[in-house]
């Protein structure tokens, strides 16, 4: 099996297949030796496991995952990567690549038809241009998952992981915290990619709540209120609220002293636990 950290064998690759670099792609291919087995360890890629890997780029994480993993999907939107594919993971006869847009196919079915029973994680170097819609899109989906592991820009990574109620934290914040619990695994420095992109990455893993869905809430509604919170986070619950969901801000004032919060909370300073309680109360005001 060829070498894929080895720059010189990604070059002569790259040559040979004519292939060139897609920066709109998101195409920083993995060189760090360490990384992708420290991403197919940490993201359950192992025996009874199935993994789900998107953006395939030459396979050097895919071959990780496949010496890991019971069987590899794997889906790549730049069709130029597949005759490539075919000579590096020639080795493996558990990986299957479906040419397409994580965005645009049926993932559900996916699933379905090439795991059968398997409990799947999913494990990638993540396009970063789409991070937050690919994690939005796997996560609302309620897909049979058991963890999401991926690598995403340093900056994404602390606020995807940041905790709910403080100032780090953003509408996605809650938006992971809600279907799981998010931390960060290891930094990884631009160095580790070819080409070098220009910021910083960090691994996270997102492991999965069986059942995301708190008694009694309005999923609708308090995802609306998130939004509505953090699109104006620095003003008071009561003004955004009322301004972009027509909430009269009387009732906001009523909801949060009946929810145990000061009438200037700001939705950053709310826990998980109090953006349950305020919703449950506004949801059917
Ligand atoms: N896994 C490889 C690695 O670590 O070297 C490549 C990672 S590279 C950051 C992102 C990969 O995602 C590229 O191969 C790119 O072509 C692919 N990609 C970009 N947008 C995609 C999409 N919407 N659906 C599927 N793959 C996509």
Redesign the pocket.
């Known amino acids: 099996m060829e070498n894929l950290t080895n720059i010189s064998v990604v070059q002569d690759l790259a040559r040979r297949h004519g292939f060139h670099f ?1 920066k709109g ?6 060189i760090n030796p360490t990384v ?1 087995p420290r991403i197919a360890e940490l993201g359950n890629a192992r025996p009874g496991f199935g993994v789900l ?6 396979g ?3 071959a990780e995952l496949a010496k890991r993993a019971d069987k590899v999907v794997a ?4 069709q130029r ?1 597949l005759p490539v594919l075919e000579e590096t993971l020639a080795d493996f006869d558990n990986v299957k690549i479906v040419p ?4 645009k196919i049926d993932v559900a079915a996916l699933l379905r038809q090439e795991f059968g029973g398997l409990p799947v994680a999913v494990c ?5 241009y ?1 991070t937050s819609p690919i994690l939005m899109l796997l996560l609302e989906s309620r897909l049979p998952l058991t963890s999401i592991t991926v690598m995403v820009q340093k900056e994404a990574a602390q606020r995807l992981c940041a905790q709910v109620g403080t100032r780090e934290a953003g509408a996605i914040t809650v938006g992971v915290h809600y279907y799981g619990e998010a931390r960060q695994l290891f930094p990884v420095s631009r160095g580790s990619f070819m080409p070098a992109p220009n910021v910083d990455s960090a691994v996270i893993r997102i492991d999965l709540h069986e059942n995301p869905h708190p008694e009694g809430l309005d999923e609708g509604f308090f995802f609306r209120m998130v939004k509505a919170g953090f699109s104006q986070r620095r003003k008071t619950l009561a003004n955004s609220l009322a301004s972009l969901l027509g909430i009269p801000k009387q009732a906001v004032y009523a909801a949060l002293e009946q929810a145990g919060l000061a009438p200037a909370a700001r939705i950053e300073q709310l826990t998980m636990e109090q953006l349950f309680a305020l919703a449950r109360i506004l949801q059917s005001a």
Do not use: K, R, W
């Open positions: 897609s792609l998101g195409q920083n291919f993995l992708c890997e998107i953006g395939t780029g030459f050097v994480l895919t889906v790549e939107i730049d990567l397409g847009d994580i965005m990638a170097n993540l396009p970063y789409i």
